[in-house]
């Protein structure tokens, strides 16, 4: 049992981290109508998306010491790697994601998101070179893109290619694959999860500043936005935490190919919080193609004896 947790508990963590953030879609949606928050305007979301950043940065930086027994020491050599995730991670893929969907319908915005599993193994394979490029690696992200396709689109899906709003997306897909490469390059040096608190309070402010700047308002919560809110940061600071402490100890693709799992769990929150009908033929077929994809990345034939 000991060699069991040892070999594949970073596995039950990456599964945990992607049902924090399936549990975060349907959570989010609660929230903008208990605070309230017009959606109609991207820069609410932004805003909405600041605070819960912040807050998520504090609880952060307090888990720190609870998760990783090390204190949450700031020091100059970490002003580089906070101020570059805090603009990739958080303040550029978050502008340019609320931006973006405020054109593009949801289920083409949780699809075109998807294609951040297959940024960051092309990423970290032909250009940062951090780990090694494998067809079986490229199967594996296929799939699980695959997987995320059937289950986005139904029959009202279409999609186009317009600046303001499919490529916006996308850009910020590559926002998030590139931060998922910069945190496991800088997690080896510095704890990841005092990063991840430090980045989310820079972020999480330049957030909030831009879109008070932009005109971006929300309303008054009462005491179930502001239990939803606590929430939201405590989703946040935990997924975003634990899975920088996995990029930190596993190979960049092995790890990210869990985020196919992310819309399935949404699925499933949206199904238990919400009420939604989400089981059909789709969700099952996603399953299986995904599933078979985290398979053949993290799969490793034994060697056979020399006899």
């Not at 998030?176 to 402010?205: D, E, V």
Request: proline share 4%; charged share 10%.
């Amino acid at each position: 049992m000991k060699n069991f947790f040892k070999n594949y508990g970073w596995i039950l963590g990456a599964l945990f981290c992607t049902m924090l953030w399936g549990a975060a879609t349907p959570t989010i949606k609660l929230g903008y109508e208990l605070f309230p928050v017009d959606t109609s305007v991207p820069y609410n979301i932004i805003l909405f998306a600041g605070i819960r950043f912040v807050g998520a940065g504090i609880i952060a930086l307090f888990l720190t010491k609870l998760l990783t027994g090390v204190r949450p020491t700031l020091n100059k050599s970490m002003a580089g790697p906070i101020i570059i995730l805090a603009i990739v991670q958080t303040t550029a893929q978050y502008i340019l994601f609320y931006l973006g969907l405020a054109v593009v319908p949801g289920s083409v915005g949780a699809m075109l998101t998807s294609t951040s599993v297959f940024f960051t193994v092309i990423l970290a394979t032909l250009f940062f070179k951090t780990e090694d490029f494998s067809n079986r690696k490229l199967l594996a992200t296929l799939l699980g893109l695959t997987g995320i396709i059937v289950l986005s689109i139904d029959e009202s899906f279409s999609i186009q290619f317009r600046l303001n709003g499919e490529i916006i997306v996308m850009i910020s897909t590559l926002m998030n694959a590139l931060a998922n490469i910069f945190m496991s390059k800088f997690s080896k040096k510095h704890n990841p999860m005092a990063l991840t608190g430090y980045q989310f309070l820079l972020g999480g402010l330049s957030l909030v500043i831009f879109a008070v700047l932009m005109g971006g308002k929300i309303g008054v919560p009462d005491i179930r936005g502001i239990f939803v809110m606590l929430v939201l940061m405590s989703i946040a600071s935990l997924a975003y935490g634990i899975w920088s402490m996995l990029l930190k100890i596993k190979p960049t693709s092995q790890v990210v190919i869990f985020l196919s799992f992310n819309p399935v769990f949404g699925a499933i929150f949206s199904w238990i919080l919400l009420g939604e009908d989400i089981w059909n033929w789709r969700i099952l077929v996603a399953l299986l193609l995904i599933s078979l994809g985290i398979f053949l990345v993290n799969y490793t034939p034994k060697k056979r004896e020399k006899t």
